[in-house]
C-alpha cells in the first residue's frame, strides 16, 4: 500500500519523505517531551516512547494523542526503510535498539527475528480479544500480533470486461494461456508481497511441486519487477499511476485490501472499484510488534504495545495502512467492507517451515523465475 501524488494504494511507500516524525498530544507536546527521547539518558521516566517501524506505517494525529494524553507518553516515530531492512537494522543493533517498541516484523521474517533475540517478553493487555490463530508467539508474548493483511492477484476490471474474458480466480487459472503476458509479480528476493506470494505458491503446491508452478507461469510470459511501486503504479493498467504510464499488464500482485484505497482515493469516489481480487492466490501476513531489548524506556514501550491492540488504534488502522485489525469486535468503515475482498481461506505457512526454508526457496526461485 503506497502513497502518491494521485493515489495511495498500500503502505509500502506511505510518508516515505517523513522519515521521522513526533506525534504529541495537544500540539508540540511539552519541553520536556521534545528533549527526552529513547537515548540511554531518558531510562524509563522519559516522556518520550520511540517506535521503530517501516516506511509503510501510518497513525492518525488524534489516535497517537490519545495515547499521549492517556498515558503521559509522546509517540516518536522512527520509520527506518522497509519491512526487512528495518528489521536487519535492529538485529544489527541489538541490545542497543534505535528505540523501544518495533512494529512491522510479519510471519514470513518472524523467526528470523525471535532467533536473533530482539524481544523482551511482554504479554500486552487485550490480548484476550485477540484469536489465537494469529498469536504465533502465544507461549512466550515475545511478539504481540497486531493486523493481519492478505497478499493476492489483483485485477483491471475493464480490462477483462473489454476482452469478454472472466477473470483468474486461483493460482491455477494464472498458468492458463488465455491469461499469457498478463501477471506481473515483485521480486522475491526484495519484496515483502513477492515473498509472500512465491509462499502462496509452497502453501498450494508443496514444498517440491512449487518449483514446477513456476515454470509455468515463467513459459506464461509472468513479468518479474523489484518491487510493489513499480508493479502496481507502473506495470499494473488497473491502477491509477498505471493508466497514466499506459501500463500493459492486467494483473498484479497486491492486497486484498487495494480496491477500496482506489476507491477511497479517486475524485470523483467511483461507485464501483475498478479493481478486483483473485482470492484463490491469497497468502496471510500477520504483523507484530515487540519490546526492543535494551529498551531505554520499557514502561513506554509495554503501555505502546497494550495501546496498539485497544479498540482506538484497531479502528483507525484499515483506512491508514489498510490492514485487518486482529481484535473481536473492531469496528470496520463501511469504504473497507464494501470495497474490499473478503479471503475466507488465505494460504499460510508456518513460521518455522519459512525459517527452515525461506533462502533456499527464494534462491531456487530467483534461478528458476529470473536468471
Known amino acids: 500500500m503506497s502513497v502518491s ?4 494504494i498500500t503502505v509500502t511507500a506511505l510518508a516515505a519523505a517523513l522519515g521521522v516524525t513526533t506525534l504529541a498530544a ?5 519541553d520536556e517531551s521534545k528533549e527526552s527521547g529513547s537515548g540511554s539518558s531518558g531510562g524509563s521516566a522519559s516522556k518520550t516512547v520511540t517506535l521503530v517501524t517501516h516506511q509503510s506505517f501510518a497513525a492518525s494525529d488524534t489516535v497517537l494523542k490519545r495515547f499521549t494524553q492517556e498515558t503521559g507518553y509522546t509517540v516518536k516515530v522512527l520509520k527506518s526503510g522497509d519491512a526487512g531492512t528495518a528489521l536487519n537494522k535492529e538485529i544489527l543493533t541489538k541490545g542497543s535498539p534505535q528505540g523501544d517498541v518495533f512494529f512491522g516484523v510479519d510471519n514470513t521474517l518472524l523467526s528470523r527475528a525471535l532467533d536473533n533475540g530482539l524481544f523482551t517478553p511482554y504479554e500486552a493487555k487485550g490480548l484476550d480479544r485477540v484469536s489465537d490463530a494469529v498469536q504465533l508467539d502465544r507461549e512466550k508474548h515475545r511478539v504481540t500480533p497486531v493486523d493481519t493483511g492478505d497478499v493476492c492477484v489483483n485485477y483491471d476490471k475493464k480490462f477483462f470486461a473489454d476482452k469478454k474474458l472472466a477473470p483468474p480466480k486461483t493460482f491455477d487459472d ?15 528476493a526484495t519484496s515483502s508481497p513477492g515473498l509472500g506470494f512465491l509462499l502462496g505458491t509452497v502453501a498450494e503446491y508443496g514444498e517440491t511441486d ?19 511501486e513499480q508493479a502496481y503504479n ?7 499511476g498505471g493508466k497514466k504510464a499506459k501500463a500493459d499488464r492486467p494483473l498484479v500482485v497486491s492486497y486484498a485490501s487495494s480496491p477500496p484505497v482506489e476507491v477511497l482515493y479517486s475524485e470523483p469516489q467511483p461507485t464501483q472499484a475498478p479493481t478486483g481480487v483473485a482470492t484463490g492466490t491469497c497468502f496471510r501476513q500477520i504483523e507484530f510488534a515487540g519490546l ?13 504495545l497494550d495501546f496498539l491492540v485497544s479498540p482506538a488504534f484497531q479502528e483507525d488502522m484499515p483506512l491508514k495502512m489498510f490492514v485487518n485489525p486482529v481484535i473481536e469486535g473492531a469496528k470496520l468503515p463501511k469504504l473497507f467492507t464494501d470495497f474490499g475482498a473478503v479471503v475466507g481461506t488465505p494460504k499460510t505457512v508456518t513460521p518455522e517451515k519459512i525459517s527452515r526454508n525461506r533462502e ?4 531456487t526461485w530467483s534461478s528458476l523465475v529470473v536468471k
Open 26 to 30: 495537544c500540539g508540540g507536546g511539552s
Open 174 to 188: 494464472l498458468i492458463k494461456p488465455e491469461y499469457k503476458n498478463q501477471l506481473v509479480v515483485e521480486n522475491a
Open 234 to 240: 507502473e506495470e499494473f493498467s488497473g491502477s491509477a
Open 210 to 228: 512449487w518449483q514446477d508452478y513456476w515454470k509455468k507461469l515463467k513459459d506464461n510470459g509472468v513479468k518479474v519487477v523489484d518491487g510493489w
Open 5 to 8: 501524488t494521485t493515489k495511495r
Open 360 to 363: 533456499q526457496w527464494v534462491q
Open 292 to 304: 526492543l531489548k535494551g529498551a531505554a524506556n520499557d514502561k513506554g514501550g509495554k503501555a505502546l
